[in-house]
């Protein structure tokens, strides 16, 4: 009776440390699943930085390009003003 409980006994133990093995396997993986999320966190981030950096120069781009069409205008305006007032 002592040899069928040990039987048992050592029957569950082996099952628990199979369930122990496959709990860690499953940790070490969620372990890697975090870690590689973190990485595409950190890489969204720098693609983001790097768009807003392009958005921003294109817009001083804008800028400087509607700038320089104004000011043409500007001139023209200013000689007709002052024509005209002569």
């Known amino acids: 009776m002592i040899l069928t409980y ?10 628990l440390w199979e369930i122990v093995k496959e709990y860690q396997e499953v940790g070490k993986f969620l372990q890697n699943l975090v870690e590689g999320q973190k ?13 807003e950096q392009k ?3 294109e817009e001083k781009s804008r ?24």
């Open 6 to 15: 040990s039987g048992v006994l050592s029957a569950i133990e082996q099952a």
């Open 39 to 51: 990485r595409n966190m950190a890489q969204l981030e720098r693609i983001g930085v790097m768009m």
């Open 55 to 57: 958005w921003a120069f």
């Open 63 to 86: 800028d400087k390009k509607e700038g320089s069409e104004d000011s043409p205008r500007e001139s023209q305006e200013e000689e007709t003003l002052s024509s005209a007032s002569c």
